[in-house]
């Protein structure tokens, strides 16, 4: 068949305000004028909703009976449009008076005072409007209070609709509708609730939409803001996940703090934010800083956990302060100068390094610091120390995927965006919470399931986003290599794969297609749960969609099985041809803003930075030359929990700890707690006091996000600059600032400018970052690899020609279903599932100390299916205690649908009742990634302490 071009999108030609334009058909006149630089006023639209033509602020004169909404009227051929005649002009005048004539009274002008752009008052000025203090005529709609950032006041509210737009189309979250009739119309949230106790995820998308002060943030820690005039903007990206949002902090240069932030236009995020993006800034601020060097005092050994953990009260909620008691743990430690700090550091490592050798040494970096402090970190540790035992929570997130898709595919990174979704007929989302995790990419995939993807959500929990799917598979914990052998058995079976792409671009076919035919639909159901209809029906939309994408997460990382788990998802892509072109690929979405880029920076024990194996020949001498040093180490080296176990037998005795917490955040902690008290020698360079630094010889005060320099890069490969937004506290010092003194007294000297000049050093050894700068990663960044990046914002897509295998290809590795290391029996008969919330972040000492975060999400618990709590007797909000092999918590059990009887569920944050003190270390062969999605626990009612007598 004749394949025909498309047809040439039709114009229309027209005059605005008598400039003559040609605009493609169907275009609106607000956005022809806009695009000739001819501002209408307009309260209701804005460009990223579609129009509703409500507020009638934009009508145009076209020469007609009556004038036209500019925001909804297409152009049309030969229509001559006046924007602004008298007549017009004094319409507008009069409506604006109209909405002013009930706007409630306030203080002060709320563009002044809020964080919101009062359009509405803007308009007041321009059309020289007096304000009418003393109304509403008929006001008292009333206000809402009751979130802990926001206020809602109805009586300034003009039911522009902006708000419910924004909360439905932009984010999905649908909570904002509209009650009452006539004028006591209100927006309500859900059912009328007050704002505070609905479904509302605060994510603030509705005050940055709203043109009056009917939504606004409130001050956070009742600080007033100061006027819009009066505060310093600077451009930087969010400090939390790997979405890695663009956002403009707006700063109260006075006081040293962020008054509030505005999300900011990237290709990425879309001027969009989640809860901690747009709220959660403030614990830079906090008081508890740490501002000076600590040293340990003599008589504070041996080393062992110094801050008592901190029990719930009776409902097993948390006291006052459920972090590190720095009352109880700084007595143990004496300040000090950055010399004697740093003299101690480099002299007590180097002593061990002496007498222990390499093998001794380990280093822990963070994905929370940039990539010139990853690549700085590693480079101090493998060729300071001559040692690979360098890793970072990569290890505790994806490194399997990472494993799956480097040894597969070649290349750990994304094969497309998160955006690249609403080119795709089909996307399966597995193992992944994404509306906690990533929210603003979860955005994306509500947005695009709107606009017609169908979406197939696979999780044992059934989280937020499986509310908008096609398809939900609630399968059994563990399960996930039975239920993709399942699927593909079908897609082989019914000839649903792609000959050609399997042909030309795959090995391993055969293998495969070997091992899943002994998964027929029938067996695999039994493993997995979901039933066979179900399997066979989303392999018929797979194989039959034109362009299919996978984007996963921690459900199919964290799994002794981990690397099978992603091996299926390379071969379910691989088979059907669903790489490399727009719509489809493999995404596993990455935890941490800077997790991608740490890897790529080499913060890992078996590569340098760019995935550049230790091992493989060539590559050892390319650093030891880059570097100018020799002897690096020819072997890979110990991961997180190897080095961990290292340090338990006397192996590891000197540890650099930059910005990692694995007192909470690593499994078992008890066994970690041992390690660390076990170490000769323990540096921890962080932000706060952390669990982790009460095991700590020497603290060194290190700067937040916020009070630095240096790139960040996302989960799609975008690599942008986050700019310094606040001073520095106490004497506290760049991350970057701190390794490169340490690295110069142990003998290595390191000797940087700025993070500019180490990024141009690991620009010109990482092929993946060639051709990038400062200079030209511009104010939205620009993804990786990229071959013109003073032009184009870079390959969405991996993988169009040929995978990164050394022969291009993508070599399948059929993997067997294996149960679980610990399954459930009598005496512990729960399985436990961790992760986060959306309000917090790994350990919490970022985002507990944030005024908003802890507010909303206050306490540590469980969750457990109501069914379950009836069987014990529980309530919601009853204190229980759940025990595992390893340990026990007592936390609040709360009541939970989403999880299957004989499941729960516990996000690890809290510290006063750690889920990481019941899981088990068992770790993915390959990828060494622990096992945090499954171990068997026992859940039962906690005694609860009688009451004291009156
Ligand atoms: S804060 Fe976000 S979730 Fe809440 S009502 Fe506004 S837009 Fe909706
Ligand atoms: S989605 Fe991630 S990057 Fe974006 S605002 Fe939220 S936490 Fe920050």
Redesign the pocket.
Known sequence: MAITAPPAARTVTLSIDGQELTVPEGTTIYDAAKGAGIDIPVLCHDERYDPVGVCRMCVVDVGARVYAAACVRPCEDGMEVKTATPEVEQRRGTLTQLLMADQPPTEEDPKETTTADNELLVLARRYGIEREDGLPLGGGRGIDLSNPV?AVNHDACILCDR?VR??DDI?G?D??GRSGKGYATLIA?DLNDP?GE?S????????AACPTGA?VNKPIHDVPIRPRTELDSVDTVCPYCGVGCALTFHVDRERNAIAYADGRDQPGSQRRLCVKGRYGWDYASSPQRLTTPLIRREDSYPKGPLSSDVKGDRKGRKKPGGLVDYDEVLPHFREASWEEALSLVADRLGAIHKDGGPAAMAGFGSAKCSNEEAYLFQKLIRAGFGTNNVDHCTRLCHASSVAALTRDVGSGAVSTTYGDIINANVAILAGTNTTANHPVASSFFKQARRRGTKLIVVDPRRERIADHADIYCQLKPGTDVAFYNGIMHELIANGWVDREFIAERVTGYGELAKLVKQYPPERAAQICGVDADTLREIARIWGTANAGVIYWGMGISQHTTGTDNARCLIAMCSITGNVGRHGTGLHPLRGQNNVQGASDAGLIPMTYPDYQMVDRQGTREKFEQAWSVSGLDPEPGLTVTEIIGSALQGGVRGMYMMGENPFLSDPNVNKVRKALSALDFLVVQDIFLTETAEFADVVLPATSYMEKEGTYTNTDRRVQIGRKVLEAPGEAREDWKIICDISTRIGFPMDYGSPREVFEEMAAIMPNYAGLSYDNLGPSGKLYPNSDPEHSDGSVLLFEERFNTEDGKAHLVPAEWMPAKELPNEEFPFILNTGRLLEHWHTGSMTRRSFALDAIQPEAFVYVNPDDAAAMGVADGDLVRVTSRRGSIELAARLSHRDTPGTCFIPFHFREAAANVLTIDEIDPIGKIPEFKFCAVRVEAAAVPAEPAA
Do not use: K, R
């Not at 509302?200 to 005050?207: A, F, K, L, M, R």
């Open positions: 926001i708000c924004a909360c984010q979250n909570v904002i949230f704002m609905s509302c995820v605060t994510c603030g998308e509705c005050v939504l």
